[in-house]
C-alpha cells in the first residue's frame, strides 16, 4: 500500500503497529492523502498537527468522526445541536464547553477517586484466584463507564449495554448499519432517562443540565441529549484503550513495571509518558473554504485527520520518541487534543488510568502476556487492545 | 526568575498545577494562574522550568 497517497487507517497493519508508518510518512510525505471514504488528509507532525488545531476557521469540528457517517440526514434531525462541545465551533462551542468542565475540574474529579479506587480494587481482586485475565476485556473496559455512569446519574448495571453502544459507534466504522443502530438505541435511551428526569430530577450531570439556564432560557433537550450522549462517547472507549495499552506495556517490559513498584515518585512522569506513547484518540476536522497547508491543496469539505497519536511520536519534538522513557520530564503531549477543544475529561481520564494501574500493580505485581493467545487491537478513532490474555506471576 | 502565564493560550491541560501546586492553581474551567507574585522562590525555579517545557499550549512563558 502507497501510505502516502492512499492511506487506510482502518488497514490491520495501521491498527497494529501505525509507528512505523508514522515516521516514515514524516520524513517522505508529512501530510498524506488518501481518497477512500472521500479525500482525507492525515498529518503526522506535532507542528501540522498543532497548528491545524488552533486554526478553527478553516478547520471546522462540524464533524469528528474519522470514518464519516453514511447515511442521510433525516429532515429533522434528532440531535440538531450534534454533539456539543466537540461537534460545535465558536461560539456554541465556547458556552456549551462551558456547562461542562466544572463536572471534571481538579476538585471534582478528587471526588469520583474513592469509588474508582473501589471498583478497581474489586475487578483485580476477583480476577486474581484465576491467575490468568483478559486485562483488556475483564478489567480496563469494566471501569470507566462505571465512573461516567455514576456521574450521569445511570445504571452501573447496564455498563456493558452502554459500552455496546459507544463500541458500535465508534470502533465499527466499516459497518453503517451497525454504528447508526449503536447511536439510536443510546440516544433513545437517554431521551428516555431526560423525560424520567422532568418529574424527579436529582443531582446528576443530566438532571442539572435540564435545570440551568442559559440567558434566562432552560437549555433546549437536545442540547442536554447531545452533550449526554458526547460524555458517555468520549468517556469510555478512550480511557479503557489508555489502560489497556499501558497494561499492555507493563506486560511486555518487565523493567518498565519493576520500576513502577520500586519509584514511586516516578507516577506523575510515566502517567504522562505512557498517555504521549500510546495515545488513544484520533479526531477529524472539516476544511472549510479552498485553503493550502503545508503544501497540500485542500479543498472544502475535505476531512483532515487529528493524528494526535502521531504528533506525540514526532522526533523534532520529543528525544528518543519511539521510546517509552517512564522518567521522560519534557513531555509536551498532546494526547488530549491541543487548542479550544482540549479534552474536557482529562482530569478524569488521568485519574481513572493512574489509579487503574495502581490497584493492578498492587494487587498483581507480576505478569506477562498469555503464550500463544492472541492480542487484539482496535483503532481508527480510538486505538487500544480489546483482548489482552496475560498471567499472574 | 520570573514566569507569565498567557490567559489567551491556557486552554487547561493542568499540567503546570500536577508540577507545581505551590506555584499554580486551576479554576473550575481549569484555567491557570500564579500563585506567586514576583520572583519563583529559588526551591522551585526547577518545577517552574518543567512547568513551562511542559505546557502542550506554550502559555507559560520565563520573562528575561
Ligand atoms: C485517556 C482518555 C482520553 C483521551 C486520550 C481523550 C482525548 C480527547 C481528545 C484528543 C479530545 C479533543 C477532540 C478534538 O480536538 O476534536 C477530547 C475531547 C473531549 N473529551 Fe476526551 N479523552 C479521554 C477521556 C475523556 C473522558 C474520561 C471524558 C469524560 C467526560 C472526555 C470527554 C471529552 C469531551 C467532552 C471533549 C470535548 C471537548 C471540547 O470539544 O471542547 N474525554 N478528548
Ligand atoms: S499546562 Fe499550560 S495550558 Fe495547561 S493549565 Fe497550565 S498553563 Fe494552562
Not at chain 1, 104 to 118: G, I, M, N
Not at chain 1, 280 to 286: D, E, G, K
Not at chain 2, 20 to 45: C, K
Amino acid at each position: 500500500m502507497d501510505w502516502a497517497t492512499d492511506f487506510d487507517v482502518l488497514d490491520p497493519r495501521y491498527v497494529g503497529d501505525p509507528f512505523p508508518i508514522w515516521d516514515e510518512l514524516r520524513r517522505s510525505c508529512p501530510v498524506a492523502h488518501s481518497s477512500r471514504r472521500g479525500s482525507n488528509w492525515l498529518p503526522t507532525r506535532y507542528e501540522d498537527v498543532t497548528a491545524i488545531a488552533h486554526d478553527v476557521a478553516h478547520f471546522s469540528s462540524m464533524e469528528v468522526a474519522v470514518i464519516p457517517f453514511e447515511g442521510e440526514e433525516p429532515e429533522e434531525p434528532v440531535l440538531p445541536y450534534g454533539l456539543p462541545p466537540i461537534s460545535s465551533d465558536p461560539p456554541l462551542h465556547t458556552w456549551t464547553r462551558r456547562l461542562l468542565l466544572p463536572w471534571f475540574s481538579h476538585k471534582k474529579v478528587a471526588t469520583y477517586e474513592p469509588l474508582t479506587r473501589q471498583l478497581c480494587r474489586r475487578l483485580v481482586a476477583g480476577l486474581a484466584p484465576a491467575g490468568r485475565a483478559d486485562a483488556a476485556a475483564d478489567y480496563a473496559q469494566q471501569i470507566p463507564v462505571r465512573v461516567i455512569a455514576h456521574i450521569l446519574g445511570v445504571p452501573a448495571e447496564l455498563s456493558d449495554t452502554f459500552t455496546g453502544w459507544v463500541r458500535d459507534v465508534l470502533e465499527f466504522a466499516d459497518e453503517p448499519e451497525r454504528r447508526f443502530a449503536g447511536m439510536q438505541a443510546l440516544i433513545r435511551y437517554f431521551l428516555s432517562e431526560l423525560e424520567r428526569r422532568k418529574g424527579e430530577p436529582g443531582e446528576d450531570l443530566l438532571s442539572v443540565l435540564l435545570q440551568t439556564e442559559v440567558g434566562g432560557e432552560p437549555l433546549d433537550h437536545a442540547l442536554v441529549l447531545g452533550t449526554a450522549a458526547l460524555v458517555l462517547i468520549a468517556g469510555v472507549d478512550t480511557t479503557w484503550s489508555a489502560i489497556g495499552s499501558s497494561l499492555w506495556h507493563l506486560a511486555t517490559h518487565e523493567g518498565d513495571r519493576k520500576r513502577l513498584l520500586a519509584e514511586q515518585e516516578l507516577w506523575p512522569l510515566a502517567i504522562e509518558e505512557l498517555l504521549r506513547a500510546y495515545s488513544p484518540v484520533t479526531m477529524a476536522r472539516i476544511v472549510q473554504g479552498d485553503v493550502t497547508f503545508a503544501g497540500c491543496p485542500m479543498k472544502a469539505g475535505d476531512r483532515v485527520l487529528m493524528n494526535f497519536p502521531a504528533a506525540n511520536r514526532d522526533p523534532a519534538v520529543f528525544e528518543e520518541a519511539d521510546k517509552v522513557l517512564l522518567d521522560r520530564e519534557h513531555n509536551r503531549h498532546i494526547a488530549f487534543g491541543s487548542g479550544i477543544h482540549r479534552c474536557a475529561g482529562s482530569n478524569l481520564a488521568r485519574m481513572e488510568l493512574r489509579v487503574a494501574l495502581e490497584e493492578w500493580l498492587a494487587a498483581v505485581p507480576d505478569f506477562s502476556l498469555e503464550e500463544g493467545a492472541e492480542v487484539t487491537w482496535a483503532g481508527g478513532q480510538v486505538r487500544g487492545p480489546r483482548s489482552l490474555p496475560v498471567v499472574f506471576g | 526568575m520570573r514566569i507569565r502565564i498567557d490567559p489567551d493560550r491556557c486552554q487547561g491541560h493542568a499540567r503546570c498545577f500536577a508540577i507545581s501546586p505551590e506555584l499554580f492553581e486551576v479554576d473550575e474551567y481549569g484555567y491557570s494562574s500564579l500563585r506567586v507574585e514576583g520572583d519563583v522562590p529559588p526551591q522551585l525555579e526547577e518545577k517552574a522550568r518543567l512547568a513551562v517545557a511542559n505546557c502542550p499550549e506554550f502559555a507559560i512563558e520565563e520573562l528575561a
